[in-house]
């Protein structure tokens, strides 16, 4: 009997016991099925809410003053903002490269003062790639600022409504200037944006940057920092430490990637992920189960065939090979199942998606961090995730049929032929 026969030989194997069999396969694409759309989930929802937390943020990759994240303060400023550009720029995989002065601030109308966060931007230079909140679909209610000197004033539509402030109205921010002398401003409320962050939308205002480096003494190249905006969030540590290595001689600038930046953010998704991995192994443990019983149990009902195989010629490894050919079979057309029924709700969710809308109806979102949680679900899975299932499924299968296959290598041909 040839090498070449074994795979025929195993696959009329498998459907000796076509019930057992079909029941096996339908348990390997049920769980590809499970661990492709958990993983597609979380591969997109984290990547979104990355993307949209670097949007408010410092960027995917963030350059400022060494000290400035152990000790925030208009004081600890980066300068030289075309060589930092430069740096960042010759990077393939960076997009976009932005300087903004961020820091607390002290608003006060003739009714209210409330305490916030500022950030200062130029209107030429970002968008809504850049800085989320400048979306239109943000905009509640005014525009949005059009030059960087203009002396205008945007806030958060809950902390518009704190300082009872309507477009128009008169709005004096403080803060500190690089000095550490404080200062004030005078702006018009130009307009109100709602991020989806009930906390954001109660603390944040933006200015534009020229005005604010003209109020606390910056000078025309000086920031608090550069945020560097890339293609794929993944790539954020290895952008990070090639633009660090460009600067190395430059001075006090920290080059910081997102997850170091915003750590709160990255502890959260690294927990969400790790129990979903947790689950797929968990799931792979049950299907792999599955497939040991029954190949097991094929096994066992074939000692007396594998008895008379050995005593015609076969040898131990091929018993082996051949078990573990049909291991091999079920891991492939279990994988083909797993992909029919995968398509269909892969694409739908790709594209539609799930409005979780009516479980935020009260509070109109979610924020981890502050930054938005989508309340439409879709999926999004990564290449490498798909290898990895793939893979994990294959070896799981060959893993489950080992025992089996040694088992029926080490069948005594004298003792199973007299089987019953």
Sequence with gaps: MNNQNIPAIAWRNLWRNRRRTILTLISISFGVFLAIMFTAMQDRNWSDMIDLAARLGGGHVTLQHTDYKDTPSLKKTVRGMDGLFAAAASEPTVEKVTARITGPVMLNTSAESFGASFIAFDPKSEDETTLSVLSPDALVSGSMFVEADETGIILGASLAENLNAEIGNRVVYTLTDKQGDIVSGLARLSGTIRTGAPNLDASLSLLPISAVRDIIDYESDEATQVAVFIDDQRNS?????????????????????????????????????????????????????????????????????????????????????????????????????AALITAGPYFYLESVGIDMGQLFAEQGTMDIAGVAMPTVVRVGIFAESVFYITMAAVVATLMAGLYPAWRAGTVEPVTAIKME
């Design 237 to 337: 540590s290895k952008v990070a430490e090639n633009i660090k290595n460009k600067l190395a001689n430059t001075g006090e600038v920290s080059v910081m990637p997102w997850n170091l930046n915003q750590p709160d953010l990255a502890a959260f998704i690294a927990l969400k992920v790790g129990g979903t991995r947790f689950m797929a192994a968990f799931i792979g443990l049950l299907v792999a189960a599955g497939i040991f019983n029954t190949i097991f149990v094929g096994v066992m009902e074939r000692l007396r065939e594998f008895g008379i195989l050995m005593a015609i010629g076969f040898s131990p490894l091929r018993l082996f090979g051949l078990v573990m050919m049909e291991s091999l079979w079920l891991a492939m057309v279990g994988l083909i199942g």
